[in-house]
């Protein structure tokens, strides 16, 4: 039985009064459709290192084992659900007018649920692009290949996904912190906001005066700094406060 969920007076004042709204979300939202997080316990890379599957060092190692860990990913994301979390996510955005999804999530779960104002900070594991020239490739074939398909140049395609190490996407990361910044709610959802640049963006929200929202099943490294420190599963906190938005926030667009 889920314990009963309460929202401040200060966060209910604030989803009532406010027009710019960013989300940031983590594997933490997806681990309700069954999909492990990174670094939960039953986690998806408790067999393998990081650093032997999703590093470009790793690639240039060994393509075929990274391109089939991805197609084991692909595969396996293929198979599962948005659930209440992804759609209550999808459904803020109709509310406010200003609204920014900004997700660490590479498994297209928010899409399915019906998001279109976001910003993938880690790319999307649906896509490819090549290693060599970095061209994004349309070939949705190349997927069921055991071996990395070669892109027209000759390099090996790779899933277009932000290997450690590597930089963010800047048509990614700029709109982020600019929404950020201009945030008056910014919620935190599901992440353990330990990976930067993205564990910054709460802090950049609460410095420009944003009140800072976490929603997460545990304390992180951010929750001595939130506003407002809502313990529990997402699927069941997010869905209350739309119920919330919906039966007070009437023609605030
Ligand atoms: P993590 O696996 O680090 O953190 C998931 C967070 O979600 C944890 O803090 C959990 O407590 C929380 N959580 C789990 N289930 C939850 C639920 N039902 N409701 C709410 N919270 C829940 O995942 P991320 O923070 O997304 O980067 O990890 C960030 C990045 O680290 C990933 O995007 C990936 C990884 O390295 C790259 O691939 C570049």
């Given amino acids: 039985m889920p314990k009963r969920i309460s ?32 670094r939960d316990k039953d986690g998806l890379w408790e067999k393998f290192k990081p650093e032997d599957l999703a590093t470009p060092s790793a690639f240039q190692r060994n393509p075929q084992l990274v391109w089939e860990w991805y197609a084991y990913r692909r595969k396996k994301i293929q198979s599962v659900k948005p659930n209440p979390a992804h759609v209550a996510i999808a459904k803020m955005e109709k509310i406010f007018p200003e609204f920014l999804l900004v997700t660490q999530n590479i498994d297209n779960l928010h899409q399915k649920a019906g998001s279109r104002k976001l910003v993938e900070l880690h790319g999307n594991i649906n896509r490819n692009k090549c290693f060599t020239c970095e ?64 564990a910054s963006l709460p802090f950049l929200a609460k410095e420009a005066g944003a009140f800072v929202v976490e929603i997460n099943t545990g304390e992180t490294e951010i929750s001595p700094a939130v506003d407002e420190l809502l313990l529990g599963k997402a699927g069941e906190i997010l869905p209350v406060i739309v119920k919330f938005l919906k039966q007070n926030r009437k023609n605030k667009k």
Avoid: N
């Avoid at 966060?11 to 940031?24: Q, T, W």
């Avoid at 594997?27 to 309700?32: I, L, N, Q």
């Fill in 7 to 38: 929202l401040s007076p200060a966060l209910e004042e604030k989803l009532l009064s406010a027009k710019k709204v960013v989300i940031l979300s983590g594997a933490g939202v997806s681990s309700e459709s069954g999909i492990s997080t990174f």
């Fill in 135 to 198: 061209k994004i490739s349309s070939d949705s074939k190349s997927d069921s290949k055991t071996v990395p398909p070669l892109c027209p140049c000759g390099g090996y395609l790779r899933p277009d996904v932000v290997w450690f190490g590597e930089l963010l996407p800047e048509k990614a990361l700029e709109p982020a912190q600019r929404a950020s910044i201009e945030a008056e709610l910014f919620f935190s959802v599901g992440t353990s906001a330990l990976v930067y640049p993205a």
